[in-house]
């Protein structure tokens, strides 16, 4: 819990406007998922998929007292990394872990 504000509990940061519609209207969906209601927060990064892969843990790291989970999500094509999907998955996470969002994060 932070001091004068309350966590909320996932910070979502996308690639793109149709990933932010998507995140915004499915989250505000939970009772359709079977799941309880959260407060979340989207936002898109200025550089896209590039922006999310190599940026994610810098981008997040204002957010980490205020989250209690992250999620990032960005497309494998147009990131500029022409690794399998795994390797930059773990690329990104890696990241993630190293600055404070341990068992914290996904992408």
Avoid at 4 to 29: E, N, S, W
Wanted: with cysteine; proline share 2%; glycine share 8%.
């Amino acid at each position: 819990m932070t001091i004068g504000r309350q966590q909320k509990d996932l910070f979502v940061l996308v690639a793109d406007q149709d990933m932010y519609q998507a995140m915004q209207k499915l989250l505000a969906r939970a009772e359709c998922l079977g799941t309880r209601s959260i407060r979340y927060s989207v936002d898109r990064h200025l550089r896209r998929d590039p922006g999310c892969r190599t940026d994610a843990s810098r981008y997040l790291r204002s957010h980490i007292r205020f989250y209690r989970y992250a999620l990032v999500v960005f497309d494998r094509e147009g990131c500029g990394d022409d690794a399998p999907r795994g390797e930059i998955q773990q690329n990104v996470e890696r990241s993630l872990e190293r600055n404070g969002w341990r068992d914290r994060s996904g992408t």
